[in-house]
C-alpha cells in the first residue's frame, strides 16, 4: 500500500468518525436515581437536557437528599452518554482509541 492510498482511508476514516460524532450529540440517554424519582436526560454531547423531579421526592426538611438524588442520576446519565459515544465510535474506528476523538 502506497502512502497516498493510507492518506486517503485515513481521510475517509475521519469524515466517518465525524459524522458519527455529529449523529452521538443529537442522540439522549436517560438516567434515574431513587427509585425513578429523579430522571436526567444526557444529550452525546454530554450536556444535560432536561431533569424530572417526582414531587413526592420534594421535602423542604430533606433538600440534601434531593440533591444527591439529580447529581446520582445526573453522574449516570453522564456515564450512559459516555459509554454510548464509545460504542459508537468503535464501530467506526474497529476498536482503536485515538487522542481528541473522545475516545479515551
Known sequence: MNI??????????????????????????????????????VNGAQEVVAVEIDPAVVD?????????????ATNEALRRAKDMREEELAKVTGGLKFPGMGMM
Open 60 to 72: 423542604v426538611d430533606d433538600i440534601g437528599m434531593l440533591q444527591d438524588l439529580i447529581v446520582a
Open 4 to 41: 497516498q492510498e493510507l492518506m486517503r482511508q485515513a481521510q475517509q476514516l475521519q469524515q466517518k468518525i465525524m459524522k458519527v460524532q455529529e449523529e452521538i450529540a443529537s442522540r439522549e440517554v436517560e438516567a434515574g436515581a431513587g427509585g425513578g424519582m429523579v430522571k436526567v436526560r
